[in-house]
């Protein structure tokens, strides 16, 4: 209760603060300038969904911003409406756009992500500047701020309208990122894989994100338009998308607070470059920052050495510079660039995440307490074992080109048991598991679960229909904790709709959400490392943890892909355990692994795989003495008939 | 008339076109070993060109500029790797795209502020009188874009099939972590490719300033369309890139031509986004299976 008081306290007192100064302040160069900070912190929240949250450079918010002002302007200026009409035409513009968007640029990461926003940004440049007729091109759109509900928007006024936008904002996207929209969305950052995998469905949520930053990047254009009355393609440009990255970065990451502290240095920065004296004090306060943060890291061997370095030389460049240039506008690019730097190698978590740590020692605010462990029996009922045939494989194939991984293999694993899957390095176990799974489409063959027809191709779908899975490399959300890892995966409890979440009235769901989940850490005791992060985490536990979120997804099938693989001795016999634990509760296992005792302890029945096909099925003592188990597994056994006999086996 | 007005159009958008090829080959070079990209690429072929202006200039002859420049564009494209690519490649992260963006901002402030905000000439020995083959007008100076281009690319290429130094490029690119194992480090063949993408880019910069003047923004539009190639065409292939750089020249000079010469950059935009929607690999490029 303490922490939330005090964070909400904290944002109370700075929104009344900031509504208290037209009252006080009769400026109007201060007044613009707060106008501007609230405008830029919507576009930089809106701006932190895609970067902070999904994780990938997001070149085309400046756009966002420009089509927002543009539709707000036209709207006011063509169709003769006002100012509620306007701020939603911009909003729906961002949101419509950013979906369609994201659509194509759905499938791509990393830097074709980047390069497809970065080309939708220089089309719609093109655009704005070529529609003459509409926009008035290269000459600039003229408009008149209209009226709100009868009265004229005094610049105080307009202010606090821009304000009030802000903490509504501010509110909804608070609510949003703490439920399991913001998890979902860290998680695809983190693996698209595995969330797939867990039935969350990347396809949603990353358009989801990213029409939803979008559109408030339209927003903050709407605002935009009515603050300067003046709109034109050329200052929605790349240069501007810079800026915007630093004041993200800058700030601090996945952080509400980072988009704010982000939009106060945006609106600085001009008085930071026309003031030398200003300039100075900064860029020394940069450099003994950076300084000291080098040479502490570089004491504690907590940095590498470049990580130290570089900012100092950046920032010293920037100390030197002031020195000797005339003009510090004329190099405003350049200084932009020597911050940023700075930033993205010395402070990766930016100022917010800098201070969160040194605040949190202050305060030492304790974590939300979470509540107690929901009852197993209940939320994950034992399932009747009554053997029936659960998942039925018939002359499934899968092929690589002329690699024959999977090669007509049928198969069937009765409900209640423990089915091993095991064969050679390369006899096609992991693609048998990728195809059923939904990685791999097969390349013939048909799979049924309970009778029914398992989606073919794709992770969610067959998520969705009772298939839950571990991975061999593992797949965790690193980002998140425990606690969270498991929440993402979790399945029938979120019910309510995003009207409800964005308004934060899910809240008791999300009670819900955590016991059943803390119940899922508990039974592989990993509940008092519930808030750790998933890697920080010791190797064993991830392990741990990857069972426990495929459990949260209460499958009938579950999966595991050699989950002993890479354990110490110890922790293979509490996989054991864990798993027999898991047995008990009626869920039907399909285990793969290259431990025989492993095998030997846990399977009812064991297919062996050679070359893409089965060589052996039965107990596992049966397998075990197979000779064709025996020869896949040490080759050709020595010819008795050959003289002098002993010779050694084929490693 | 018509068809003779759109062959000429063709023929010379195509011939441009190679610069774009040129400068993705460039991309492709550093993707190859390191999978990253210098996204201030652009700046690099703009900061190359006005050096190299410089040295002509100083009186250096157009045959020493040329080494010259090259040279340049190298340490750049070094520095480049060294500050910007390698700490996000030793932590696996995608932070190469953002400070590769800030260098490249670096640069072109500075450029602006060393050589100035305006365009300006960049003499050459080439003449640029037409010649006429098959129908169409073809100055000297475009046909050393062509020249220039496929020299360089062809010494690369052998470069990398006929030196040891070469090979452990190919095997780096090959498999990272294999290569490592055979003592081949992989942090020196990163950033030999860093060097001789800068070169590339160098390049291309002499190359196509004689055409389109020297300036800090000369390639700023240049650099959209040579990621445009190097995506469609895929990341991997160097017969790919030319034969989309080509034409997409084509296909652009043609679209300036009947929608009004604002438009010149949108082709080669929306090619990119649906090559990225439909083939995310590229056209030419290898599909990649996915493991787990």
């Known amino acids: ?651 | 008339m018509n068809a003779q007005i759109i062959g000429q159009m063709a023929v010379s958008g195509a011939l441009m076109g190679l610069v774009y090829a040129l400068i993705a080959y460039g991309f492709q070079l550093t993707f190859a070993t390191s999978k990253s990209i210098n996204f201030g690429q652009g700046e690099l072929v703009m900061i190359s060109a006005f050096f190299s202006l410089t040295l002509t200039n100083l009186g250096f002859p157009y045959w020493a500029m040329v080494p010259g420049g090259l040279l340049f564009g190298a340490l750049m494209g070094l520095v480049v790797e060294r500050a910007g690519v390698r700490l996000a490649l030793e932590q696996k992260s995608e932070g190469w795209i953002l400070l590769s963006i800030i260098i490249g901002l670096f640069f072109f402030s500075a450029a602006e502020n060393i050589w100035g905000r305006d365009d300006r000439p960049f003499p050459t020995p080439i003449s640029a009188d037409p010649i006429h083959i098959l129908g169409v007008d073809v100055t000297r100076l475009e046909l050393s874009v062509a020249v220039g281009v496929f020299a360089i690319m062809g010494l690369i290429e052998l470069f990398k099939r006929r030196t040891l130094l070469g090979k452990a490029f190919e095997a780096v690119s090959a498999d990272r972590d294999a290569a490592e194992l055979m003592g081949i480090s992989s942090t020196r063949t990163v950033m030999l490719s860093y060097g001789l993408s800068g070169s590339v880019a160098a390049l291309a910069g002499i190359l196509v300033s004689p055409i389109t003047t020297v300036g800090p923004t000369m390639a700023s539009a240049l650099i959209l369309k040579a990621f445009s190639v190097a995506v469609v065409a895929g990341l991997d292939s160097g017969f790919g890139v030319v034969l989309v750089g080509m034409f997409l020249g084509a296909l652009e000079s043609l679209a300036s031509f009947y929608l009004g010469s604002g438009w010149r950059e949108a082709p080669g935009l929306i090619l990119l986004i649906l090559a990225l929607a439909l083939r995310p690999n590229g056209v030419f490029g290898k599909a990649t299976i996915r493991k787990v």
């Open chain 1, 1 to 651: 209760m303490k922490r939330i008081l005090l964070l909400r306290g904290a944002e109370l007192v700075v929104f009344a603060f900031l509504a208290t100064i037209p009252l006080l302040v009769v400026n109007p160069y201060a007044l613009g300038l707060l106008t501007l900070l609230a405008i830029y912190g919507i576009l930089l929240i809106g701006l932190d969904v895609t970067v902070g949250y999904l994780g990938q450079v997001n070149l085309a918010h400046v756009a966002f911003l420009g089509l927002g002002a543009y539709a707000a302007g036209l709207v006011v200026t063509k169709l003769g409406l006002g100012m509620v009409p306007a701020l939603l035409a911009a909003t729906l513009v961002g949101l419509v756009l950013g979906g369609l968007l994201a659509l194509p640029a759905l499938r791509l990461e990393g830097p074709q992500f980047a390069l497809a926003t970065l080309s939708f940004a220089a089309l719609s440049t093109t655009a704005l500047n070529e529609l003459e007729a509409l926009t008035g091109g290269a000459q600039g759109l003229s408009l008149s701020r209209p009226p709100l509900f009868g009265h004229a928007l005094t610049p105080p006024l307009f202010y606090w309208l821009c304000m009030v936008l802000l903490a509504v904002v501010w509110m909804l996207m608070r609510n949003l990122l703490a439920s399991q929209w913001g998890r979902a969305f860290e998680a695809l950052r983190d693996s698209p894989i595995a969330t797939d995998a867990m039935g969350v469905g990347t396809y949603k949520h990353k358009v989801a994100a990213f029409a939803l930053g979008s559109s408030l990047g339209g927003l903050a254009g709407g605002l935009y338009a009515f603050n300067f009355q003046y709109l034109q393609p050329q200052s929605f440009t790349y240069d501007l998308m810079i800026i915007l990255l630093l004041g993200v970065v800058l700030g601090g990451r996945k952080s509400l607070w980072g988009a704010f502290v982000g939009a106060t240095v945006i609106v600085l920065l001009p008085n930071l470059l026309s003031n030398r004296l200003l300039f100075q004090i900064f860029s020394g306060l940069g450099f003994a920052g950076a300084l000291a943060a080098g040479v502490q890291g570089l004491v504690k061997k907590t940095t590498r050495p470049f990580q130290a370095l570089a900012p100092v030389v950046a920032m010293g460049l920037l100390v030197v510079g002031g020195l000797f240039v005339e003009n510090t506008e004329d190099w405003r690019k350049a200084i932009f660039a020597l911050m940023l730097f700075s930033v993205v190698v010395g402070l990766p978590e930016g100022i917010m995440g800098f201070l969160a740590l040194f605040l949190a020692k202050l305060f030492r605010v304790p974590h939300a307490p979470l509540p107690e462990p929901a009852d197993l029996d209940t939320m994950l009922p034992i399932r009747p074992a009554d053997g029936s045939a659960l998942l039925v494989l018939a002359d499934l194939k899968r092929y690589f080109g002329g690699v024959k991984a999977v090669d007509g293999l049928s198969m069937t694993v009765r409900a209640g048991t423990i089915h091993g899957l095991i064969g050679p390095n390369g006899s096609g176990k992991s693609t048998v598991v990728n195809v059923i799974s939904g990685l791999y489409t097969p390349t013939a063959g048909t799979m049924q679960l309970r009778g029914a027809t398992l989606p073919i191709g794709s992770l969610y779908s067959v998520a969705q229909a009772g298939v839950a899975r571990t991975f061999q490399n593992l797949q965790l959300f690193g980002e998140l904790t425990a606690l969270e890892n498991v929440l993402v995966a979790l399945k029938g409890v979120y019910r309510n709709p995003l009207p409800m979440v964005l308004l934060g009235l899910a809240r008791r769901e999300e009670r819900t959400a955590q016991a059943q989940a803390l119940a899922l850490l508990e039974l592989i005791g990993l509940r008092e490392q519930a808030l750790v992060k998933a890697k920080d985490l010791t190797y064993g536990a991830q392990r741990f943890l990857e069972i426990a979120r495929a459990l949260a997804r209460k499958p009938d099938l579950l999966i595991l892909d050699e989950p002993a693989a890479g354990l110490a001795h110890p922790d293979v016999l509490q996989q054991i355990e864990f798993i027999q634990r898991i047995h008990q509760r009626g869920i039907t296992i399909i285990l793969i692994e290259h431990h025989m005792d492993v095998v030997s302890e846990l399977c009812d029945t064991v297919t062996v795989l050679d070359g893409g096909r089965i060589i052996a099925e039965g107990t596992p003592d049966e397998v075990k003495r197979h000779p064709k188990v025996v020869e896949a597994y040490l080759g050709q056994p020595p010819q008795p008939e050959l003289p002098g006999g002993a010779e050694p086996l084929p490693a």
